[in-house]
């Protein structure tokens, strides 16, 4: 599959900073920041945020912060929901405290690219 081409972010980093569908991304991504403090009700307003807007940014510089941020979600809820799951065997609470890391490691590569107007 080739990769899609995007619309380029605004050179100037003031200039794209009132881009209303980037400061859609930003919010998103503190909500999936505020994931590990609400028992994940801030995480699900997120990604219905995603894809409510995702039509509206289809060929922007913000597509594909959408589309790793709806990916954050979806692939944290599968290993969350195994980790709760398996944490009668013990191996659960490993898999809780890795999918942790990789949320947080996630939610941060996204929002420094999305800072300096690249893709995650």
């Known amino acids: 599959m080739a990769d899609q081409e995007y619309i380029p972010a605004e050179s100037d980093p003031i200039a794209r900073r009132s881009e209303p569908a980037r400061n859609l991304a930003v919010t998103v991504y ?3 920041a505020l994931v ?3 028992g994940g009700v801030t995480g699900l307003v997120g990604v219905i945020i995603n894809y409510i807007k995702l039509d509206d940014v289809l060929g ?3 597509e594909p912060h959408f589309r790793w941020q709806i990916r954050t ?3 944290g809820l599968l290993w969350m929901v195994i980790g709760t ?3 009668f065997l013990l191996i ?3 898999i809780l405290f890795a999918v942790s890391i990789w949320m947080i ?3 941060v590569k996204g929002a420094l690219a999305l800072n300096d107007g690249a893709s995650p």
Do not use: C, N
Request: proline share 0%; charged share 5%; net charge positive.
């Open 30 to 32: 503190i909500l999936q």
């Open 36 to 38: 590990f403090f609400s």
């Open 60 to 62: 922007t510089w913000v």
């Open 73 to 75: 979600f979806w692939i």
């Open 85 to 87: 799951i398996t944490t």
């Open 92 to 94: 659960g609470w490993l």
């Open 105 to 107: 490691y996630r939610i």
